[in-house]
C-alpha cells in the first residue's frame, strides 16, 4: 500500500480578503504535498475558511451584509488566488457547511454525554481579537487586543483534565510539536495549572455560531467548531473507513499565533473524543515588513495578487519558500525578492536552460547530442543522483529552504562545469566530446527541473516541453539523443532594480 501524507493549513477568517500570511501557508502546504506525491505518496491536502463567530459577524455588519451573503462574498477571492497560485489542495472546507455543522454537533453531544462538558457561571478577560477569554498572564503581556471584562454564563470543556496525559504525550513524541522551540513554549505554558476551556457564547451576545445541540440558547465557540474542521474534512462522523484511512493528519501547518489553540485545545479535544493526535503541528514564523508583522489592520501586507501580476506565480511562489527558514521569522522585501530572483531564478536557473539550448541550437541543430560519460561528467551525475534522497529527507524534517538550496547547488555546479569544460570551444575540434558536456548540462537541468517542480510547477513543466522531456523521473538518463529541443523564450528574465 502507498504511504499516505495528510496536510492541513488552518482555515481563515473570512473578514477580509487573503493576504500574503494566508497565501504563504498555503503554498507551504501545496509544495509540502507535491513533494510528497513526486516521491510516490498518496496525499490528502485539505485547506477553507473559519466563517463563524464575533470578527467575521463584524466584519459583516461593518459591510451592511448578513454573515452568510459576507462569506459568500469573500470565499471565491480565496479560491481565485489559490487557483492563480496553482494551489492543488483535495478539499476547501467551509466552517457553515453542513457536513462540518453536523459533525460539531456530534462531536459537542458526545464529549458532553461523556462528562466533558458542564455549565458554569464565568468572569474573565475576553479578547475579541482572538475570540477567547485569556488568562491574566496573557492580558499583562500586551499582545492581545480588544480585551475587557466579561462576566456570563457559559458551557465549559473539562480541558484541565488532560493536562497530564498532554505533557506525557508530549515529551514521549519529540516530532509532535516542531520546530523545538514552540515545544519548550507549549511545555512553558503547561507549567501553570491547566484551566477549562470556555466553548460556548449565549445568542443574546453572538449568535454566528453553531447551536448547542443541549442547550438552544447557546452557539459553540469558535474554536470548539474550527479546529474540528480538521477531522470533518477526513470523515470523521460521515465515513469510518475514509476517516480510518487518513487519520491522524501527517502534519498540521500553523502559524505561531495560533499555537495554544492547537497544541492545548486540540489536543486536549482529541483525547476526550478518544482520537489520535496529528503526528506534527508546526508552527511557522510571521512575515514582517522591518519589526512588525504584516497584517490587515496595521494595513501593511503585500497584496498576493499584485506579486504574481507582476512577477509571475513560479518566483512569488520559490521566493516565499526559498526565503523563510521553516519555524522562523522572516523579513519582507521587495528588494531581497528582487534579488533572490535575479541570482537563483535568472542567473542560476534560466541562464543553464539559455546556454545550452543556445549551444544545441547552434552546433546540433537543436537536437539533444549522443554522451559518453567521462570522469568530469560523472561528478555532475552523481550528485544528482543524491538528489532524490537529500530532498526526501529534508522535505520529510520540514526544511524546506535547504531543499531547494539541495537542488540549486547542483544547478551552480552545471553552471561552473560548463565554464571550466567551454563546450562552445571544444566543439570547434571535437564535436562528439561537446555533445557529451551539453548532453550532461541538459539532463542535469532536467533533474533540477523534476525536483524543482512542486515549488514552480509552471517553469519547470516550460523547461521539460522545451527539452522534449517525456520522462518526468528524476532518475538520470531521462533525455533521449536526437529528441528535437523547442524554441523558448527566457525563462526568468531579469528584473531592473528600481530606486
Ligand atoms: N481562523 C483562525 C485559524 C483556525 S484553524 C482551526 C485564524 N485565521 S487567520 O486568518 O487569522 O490566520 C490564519 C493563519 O495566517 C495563521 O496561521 C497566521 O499565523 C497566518 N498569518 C497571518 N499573518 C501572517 C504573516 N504576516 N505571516 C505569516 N503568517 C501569518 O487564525
Known amino acids: 500500500m502507498k504511504k499516505k501524507f495528510y496536510v492541513t493549513t488552518p482555515i481563515y477568517y473570512v473578514n477580509d480578503k487573503p493576504h500574503i500570511g494566508h497565501a504563504y501557508t498555503t503554498i507551504l502546504a501545496d509544495v509540502l504535498v507535491r513533494f510528497h506525491r513526486v516521491a510516490g505518496q498518496e496525499v490528502f491536502f485539505l485547506t477553507g475558511l473559519d466563517e463563524h463567530g464575533q470578527k ?11 454573515p452568510v451573503d ?24 467551509r466552517t457553515t457547511q453542513e457536513r462540518h455543522v453536523k459533525v460539531v454537533q456530534a462531536v459537542l453531544q458526545k464529549v458532553y454525554d461523556a462528562g466533558d462538558i458542564y455549565a458554569d457561571e464565568y468572569e474573565g478577560w475576553y479578547s475579541v481579537s482572538e475570540e477567547r477569554f485569556i488568562t491574566e498572564t496573557e492580558k499583562e503581556s500586551g499582545e492581545f487586543r480588544d480585551v475587557s471584562k466579561l462576566k456570563e454564563k457559559n458551557w465549559f470543556f473539562r480541558m484541565g483534565k488532560y493536562q497530564q496525559q498532554l505533557l506525557d504525550y508530549i515529551k514521549d513524541h519529540p516530532d509532535f510539536i516542531q520546530p523545538e522551540h514552540r515545544k519548550n513554549e507549549v511545555l512553558g505554558f503547561l507549567r501553570q495549572p491547566l484551566g477549562d476551556l470556555c466553548i460556548s457564547r449565549p445568542k443574546s451576545r453572538m449568535r454566528w455560531g453553531i447551536e448547542l445541540p443541549f442547550d438552544k440558547d447557546y452557539v459553540t ?3 470548539f467548531d474550527a479546529l474540528l474542521n480538521y477531522v470533518t474534512g477526513v470523515g470523521y462522523e460521515q465515513d469510518a473507513q475514509r476517516f480510518g484511512e487518513w487519520w491522524p493528519a501527517s502534519v498540521q501547518l500553523i502559524g505561531k499565533d495560533i499555537l495554544t489553540t492547537h497544541c492545548v485545545y486540540w489536543t486536549t479535544m482529541l483525547f476526550s473524543l478518544g482520537l489520535p493526535l496529528p503526528k506534527t503541528i508546526f508552527a511557522h514564523g510571521w512575515w514582517l515588513t522591518g519589526d512588525t508583522k504584516m497584517s490587515k489592520s496595521l494595513g501593511n501586507i503585500v497584496n498576493p495578487l499584485d506579486l504574481i501580476d507582476q512577477y509571475g506565480v513560479d518566483s512569488v511562489r520559490y521566493y516565499l519558500m526559498r526565503e523563510m527558514v521553516l519555524g522562523q521569522d522572516a523579513n519582507f522585501t521587495m528588494d531581497s525578492f528582487i534579488k533572490r530572483f535575479n541570482s537563483d531564478l535568472a542567473n542560476d536557473f534560466g541562464n543553464l536552460l539559455n546556454r545550452v539550448s543556445g549551444l544545441i541550437g547552434k552546433y546540433f541543430d537543436g537536437c539533444i547530442p549522443e554522451t559518453e560519460e567521462t570522469e568530469a561528467e560523472k561528478e555532475i551525475r552523481e550528485v544528482a543522483e543524491s538528489l532524490d534522497d537529500k530532498v526526501n529527507a529534508l522535505i520529510d524534517s520540514l526544511r524546506v529552504h535547504e531543499a531547494i538550496e539541495e537542488i540549486l547547488v547542483l544547478v551552480r555546479m552545471v553552471n561552473k562545469y560548463m565554464e571550466v569544460q567551454a563546450p562552445w570551444k571544444v566543439a ?54 536526437g529528441t528535437k529541443m523547442q524554441a523558448h523564450e527566457a525563462l526568468f528574465p531579469r528584473l531592473e532594480v528600481k530606486d
Open 56 to 66: 467575521v459577524q463584524q466584519a459583516a455588519e461593518a459591510r451592511g451584509l448578513s
Open 428 to 481: 570547434k575540434e571535437d564535436l562528439k566530446r561537446a555533445g557529451t558536456i551539453l548532453y550532461t548540462a541538459t539532463e542535469a537541468l532536467r533533474v533540477s527541473a523534476v525536483h524543482l517542480s512542486p515549488v514552480m510547477p509552471e517553469k519547470t513543466k516550460a523547461v521539460l516541453e522545451v527539452l522534449g522531456a517525456v520522462d518526468s523521473s528524476s532518475q538520470w538518463g531521462g533525455l533521449t539523443p
Open 70 to 93: 459576507h462569506c459568500n462574498d469573500l470565499a471565491p477571492r480565496f479560491l481565485q488566488l489559490w487557483d492563480k497560485l496553482e494551489i492543488q489542495y483535495d478539499d476547501f472546507i
Open 221 to 223: 465557540y469558535v474554536w
